[in-house]
């Protein structure tokens, strides 16, 4: 059956990558970062982390680049760290047809919640002001609110409850492996949207049900896929 959003209540959207362009400045911030405690991390090893809590991100490339275990005041210094660089970095820009597919699904009647493995404070105030009368704190899951975060469908799982709906009437918009992985995961059927560098096929791998390009292309589409 093709993918449709006939019947759904609730988007849950995924923040970096899909409503911000800001992967390029996490990219530089966490290869810089890594570098100076030492490790390599390549851009496209912060693709493949993305969605991730920061911590757990640091402790998988610890793990690989020095071969052991990272303890807890580790992992919040250097995540603190690439923190720091990424808030220096000029502001990213809001993604191209993010806004329009937030009308569109608005008008059609759906709820939208944000949910992110963020930790970045100012990002998350800021999409309260990119996106106002859309989104509020209450309806954003970020990585103060849940234990584990993507892959582990708990985010997603948060989204839900707090949307009041069951997973079949879902759908989540994400452009990383991992974070697919956590939708999917959740029993929600997932749009993948490739706004990186990485190849379809590795976005593919996760098995999303449907795979775009760009949030512009979801919002072209958005109609036909609410019909
Ligand atoms: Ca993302």
């Not at 680049?65 to 005041?73: K, L, N, Y």
């Not at 069951?166 to 991992?178: D, F, G, I, T, Y």
Request: net charge negative.
């Amino acid at each position: 059956m093709p993918f449709s959003l006939k019947g759904k209540s609730a988007v849950l959207f995924d923040m970096d990558g899909v409503l911000y362009d800001s992967m390029p400045n996490h990219s530089k911030a966490w290869t810089q970062a890594m570098a100076h405690f030492g490790m390599k991390m390549t851009p496209e090893d912060v693709y493949l982390h993305e969605g991730c809590t920061g911590r757990a991100t640091v402790a998988r490339i610890s793990l690989r680049e020095r071969g052991h275990e990272t303890t807890e005041t580790e992992e919040q210094d250097i995540y603190d760290y690439k923190a720091g660089l990424f808030r220096a970095m000029p502001a990213a820009p809001v993604m191209p047809g993010a806004m329009e597919v937030f009308r569109k699904v608005r008008q059609a009647g759906l709820q939208i919640l944000i949910v992110t493995g963020s930790g970045q404070k100012n990002l998350i105030e800021r999409v309260q002001r990119d996106f106002e009368g859309f989104i509020t704190r209450d309806r954003m899951v970020t990585s103060f609110d849940v234990k584990r975060g993507k892959p582990y469908p708990d985010p997603y799982l948060k989204g839900l409850s707090i949307a009041g709906v069951p997973a079949s009437k879902a759908v989540v918009v994400e452009n990383a492996p991992l974070g697919i992985r956590a939708g999917v995961a959740a029993g929600i059927e997932t749009i993948a949207v490739n706004t990186g560098p990485l190849s379809d096929d590795i976005l593919l791998a996760e098995k999303p049900s449907f795979l775009l390009h760009s949030m512009q292309e979801l919002a072209d589409s958005i109609d036909s896929l609410l019909s």
